[in-house]
């Protein structure tokens, strides 16, 4: 269901609401009552209004209708904290303690500035034995009795959405009042929440510097760090704040969630289990421990765990996508019925919707239901693009300026320098062509380990590109004709030295994350004798395999069918420009001949790498690994060509993607 539509200041309506809030003030409750019921018959959907009638019924002692009432805000607004904290309060009224408690803890993970919650469980939790809540619920409610009014207001909106009007109030408070340590946090989660990521790691370890001892600020330093896929340091992080309790739920998780990004999946396993114990119906615990057992190749056990996830939540859209990502399930009647019903109810948010879709759209095309399945997948992808903020003309802006930059005579005159090292193999390509295969023949060989899709590169290109303004052009690649030898030789061992946590003892390791395309100039002024390889498929195959999949972050351009062959257009002719002032630098693999001639191509492959040729490359599938990619399941599995020409199932409707191809396309 779209959100209600948005009441500008004055409205008449917002003017009503103002009313009846003021009635509540002055206890004129059954007036209230009335004056919000009437209200409710224009709009039955809004918000505020179904708020005052709850609270209004709840002090006229009327707790049954309260509860109705917020049954039916919950299912048009299932993530308003204030919803909660009033379910709370009538359970209180009625005596029904434990179910207040549950109440009062939904409140306050929705919405940690609800005062008057975290006082109740404060109360509730002394007099029902739990010590260690009740103090940890007291000193949350000292915290926010000491926050000034408009920081605690600022975090009220931030957990009701308003996530505009939180920063307009914070940004005018701190220029008043300089390093408040609380509003630059709730800065710092705008931050998250807008994908600033960089800025928001900037100002909570502004905070940490202020007060090492702000144990909110590190948790939420941990989980930035963890988003910027510096698992190891979240790691550190996150092992500081169970030195201080040991108990917290969100620490133990942002600990185990930095130990799958570090792939240490059966401590993560460990520890997502013991959170489950204490909480049996929590839905992304069940989903965390499905993801960990796919990674490891426990398939049996991972659909259980993601049904169960389906289970703990009805309309958990990523249960089911997670279920149609293992590309190997196949649903039931019964499962296709349920998601199509809850995809198309009013109530479901779009998170969970185009999800579904995604789902929906495999599950049909394994049916053989092509036309039905594109529209699935055609719905999911709008939907998910709705969200986007990425600049496809940028990113072709920038590979020009890169070829431009990168001559021949650019890199000649820059030869010499760098990091000797040979360790790194870098696969690039886009998604969906191959590369994992790759990654698992390489990694089948006695000298390479394989890691996973490494955040490394462009990371480095992020911090030299610095804190730029966001409306300006960016400083990269043009800075890279100013690095000297001595800062190229300390960005190739920072590089070396970063990955260390990802290795063992093995001379070679595979960097797999496919847009290092983007940086192959920065790569050789920096790793000159890094290997990489070009993993290639075929434009229509590979280009509708994007299309058809859901990535769980980054790879904006594939949600829509034109900019994800504008995005191939410019891969290809990135590409052709490394091969042309790099020759012989980049071996290109091309997917449907490794299908067609497994043996050749991996003799080729370690070849080019100066490895012995392995047996065990042959039988890749016999490797015994983590895999995190879509294909995982498929990597595990001998080669197999049925899906090769799976695209022309939905050739009638590709025609933006051919368009967008144009020349490409095999004659």
């Not at 009795?145 to 701190?174: C, H, K, N, T, W």
């Amino acid at each position: 269901m779209a959100a209600a539509e948005p009441i500008s200041a004055g409205s008449r309506i917002e003017a009503e609401v103002r009313r009846i809030r003021a009635l509540v003030e002055k206890r004129d409750f059954a007036r209230a009552l009335a004056e919000a019921n009437r209200l409710l018959g224009e709009v039955p959907e809004n918000r505020d209004v179904l708020y005052l009638v709850a609270v209004s019924q709840r002090y006229l002692g009327r707790i049954d209708e309260a509860l109705g009432t917020l049954r039916r805000f919950e299912e048009l607004h299932p993530d308003f904290g204030r919803l909660f904290q009033e379910r709370g309060h009538c359970y209180r009224t009625a005596g029904e303690g434990a179910h207040a408690i549950e109440a009062y803890r939904r409140a306050v993970t929705l919405n940690p500035s609800l005062l008057a919650s975290w006082k109740a469980l404060a109360v509730l939790c002394r007099a029902g034995g739990e010590m260690h809540e009740a103090t940890a619920a007291t000193e949350q409610a000292l915290q926010l009795e000491r926050l000034p009014a408009p920081v605690l207001s600022a975090s009220g909106m931030l957990a009701e959405g308003d996530i505009y009007g939180a920063e307009r109030i914070l940004r005018q408070f701190l220029l008043k009042h300089g390093n408040h340590l609380e509003a630059m946090r709730l800065l710092a989660q705008i931050g998250v929440q807008l994908d600033v990521l960089d800025d928001a790691e900037f100002l909570l370890e502004s905070v940490l510097t202020f007060d090492p001892n702000y144990h909110i600020a590190r948790y939420d330093y941990a989980v930035v760090l963890g988003k910027r896929h510096k698992h190891a340091t979240a790691l550190e992080e996150a092992r500081k704040l169970l030195k201080i309790d040991p108990r917290n739920r969100a620490f133990r998780t942002v600990y185990a969630t930095a130990c799958v990004g570090l792939g240490d999946h059966e401590e993560a396993l460990r520890v997502y289990r013991e959170l489950l114990t204490e909480s049996p119906q929590n839905p992304e615990l069940h989903l965390s421990i499905a993801h960990a057992l796919k990674t490891q190749g426990d398939q049996p056990e991972s659909i259980e765990a993601y049904r169960a996830a389906a289970a703990a939540r009805a309309d958990f859209g990523d249960a089911y996508w997670s279920l149609a990502n293992l590309k190997t399930y196949r649903f039931t009647d019964d499962e296709l019925a349920r998601m199509r019903q809850i995809e198309g109810a009013d109530a479901t948010k779009l998170v969970d919707r185009y999800h579904l879709c995604f789902a929906l759209g495999k599950a049909l095309e394994d049916r053989g239901e092509y036309e039905e399945s594109f529209r699935y997948y055609e719905r999911g992808n709008a939907f998910k693009k709705s969200e986007s903020r990425f600049d496809l003309g940028a990113m072709e802006r920038n590979l020009r300026l890169q070829a431009t930059l990168c001559t021949r005579e650019f890199l000649a005159a820059r030869a010499g320098g760098g990091c000797q090292r040979p360790d790194p193999i870098f696969i690039v390509g886009l998604p969906r062509s191959g590369s994992t295969l790759i990654e698992q023949i390489l990694a089948s060989h006695s000298q390479v380990e394989g890691t996973m899709e490494l955040a490394d590169i462009p990371r480095m290109v992020q911090q030299l590109s610095g804190r730029e303004n966001r409306d300006a052009p960016s400083r990269y690649p043009a800075l890279l004709a100013d690095l000297t030898p001595a800062e190229r030789l300390r960005l190739g061992e920072k590089y070396i030295a970063d990955t260390r946590v990802y290795r063992t003892d093995k001379p070679y390791f595979i960097d797999k994350m496919p847009n290092n395309f983007r940086h192959i100039g920065l790569i050789h002024l920096t790793l000159p004798k890094a290997r990489i390889i070009d993993a290639r498929r075929e434009p229509l195959a590979c280009c509708f395999s994007n299309f058809k999949q859901l990535f769980a972050s980054g790879q904006e351009f594939t949600y829509s069918l034109e900019d994800i062959g504008r995005y191939y257009r410019a891969y290809v002719d990135v590409m052709a420009h490394w091969d042309a002032v790099l020759p012989g630098g980049i071996l290109r693999v091309q997917h449907e001949s490794v299908v067609e001639d497994l043996e050749g191509n991996v003799r080729r492959l370690l070849d080019f790498l100066r490895l012995p040729f392995e047996a065990a490359c042959i039988e890749f599938y016999r490797t015994d690994r983590s895999v995190r990619t879509a294909s995982s399941e498929q990597v595990r599995q001998p080669i197999y060509k049925e899906g090769i020409d799976q695209w022309r199932n939905f050739e009638p409707w590709l025609g933006p993607l051919k368009s967008a191809l144009g020349d490409l396309l095999p004659g």
